[in-house]
C-alpha cells in the first residue's frame, strides 16, 4: 500500500480561475504533487488537497 503525504492549499474567492490553474500546475510540476481533492465553496473560495507518494529507500545490507 502506497503512502502519501498531504498538502492542503487555500485559494481565495478573488483569485480568478486561470491563476488557480497555474498555481495548481507549478506545484505539480516542481513539487511532484497531485491533486486528490478540489472543494468549492458558494463563496467562490476553494480548499484543494494536495498529495504525492512517499518514497522510502531501503536499507542496503551488504
Known sequence: MPEYEFR???VPRGVSRSATTR???EHA???HW????L????????RVRLRRRIIR???ATW
Open 8 to 10: 492542503d492549499v487555500y
Open 23 to 25: 498555481l495548481l500546475t
Open 29 to 31: 510540476e516542481y513539487g
Open 34 to 37: 497531485e491533486l486528490h481533492r
Open 39 to 46: 472543494r468549492l465553496y458558494p463563496d467562490g473560495s476553494r
Open 57 to 59: 529507500q531501503l536499507r
